[in-house]
């Protein structure tokens, strides 16, 4: 593992404690229900629906929903969520307990900047420029979801779990994508 990516786990881990000490609520628990028992064939078309509703509700600037199937080591989902209140849905699809772990780059920062700061060292807080957005997880065949008011800008979706054989944290293994809010 490179320095890169050992200063890059150090700082997403200190920003996932910040977010943990933060507070929870329900929007952190994993989904009950009949989204739990939904045949694959159901959720194909379910994700479908969601992502026309995104992109439908784009257009209008009210906000809307996204899904984002997650699996070892990876979120798919859109690329870019409107801004207002919007519901996300993690799929966890995959194998392992996920999470999905959201947070805001302000002023203009990227993952690019996200690189620069951890080539520097691992910060002991995160930086004035990160801001927790919420999160949630979820068992393999469960959903989770997140009510969020997002803002227009860059963010960062990041699971933090730790992989059962390496025991190396999601995003050491590329579970992160970057997300921008319009």
């Not at 890169?4 to 989904?31: F, P």
């Not at 600037?61 to 798919?76: I, K, P, Q």
């Not at 420029?129 to 997140?146: L, M, N």
Request: aromatic share 4%.
């Amino acid at each position: 593992m490179s320095r890169r990516g050992i200063l890059l786990m150090a700082m997403l881990m200190a920003l996932a404690l910040v977010s943990a000490a933060c507070g929870s609520d329900s929007n952190n628990e994993t989904a009950s229900g009949d989204e739990q028992s939904q045949p694959a064939d159901d959720q194909s078309d379910a994700q479908q629906t969601n992502a026309e509703e995104t992109e439908t509700d784009e257009a209008t600037g009210e906000g809307g929903e996204g899904t984002y199937v997650a699996t070892e080591f990876a979120f798919e989902g859109p690329d870019v969520l409107p801004a207002g209140d919007v519901t996300l849905t993690m799929d966890n699809q995959g194998k392992q307990m996920h999470e999905l772990a959201l947070g805001e780059l302000l002023d203009g920062k990227t993952m690019d900047d996200v690189h620069a700061l951890l080539e520097k060292g691992l910060p002991k807080q995160p930086p004035k420029w990160f801001r927790d957005a919420g999160g949630t997880g979820a068992k393999p065949g469960e959903v989770g979801t997140i009510d969020a008011e997002l803002t227009p800008g860059n963010y960062i979706m990041i699971c933090f779990v730790p992989d059962k054989a390496s025991k190396k944290p999601h995003v050491m293994l590329g579970m992160m994508k970057e997300v921008t809010v319009e």
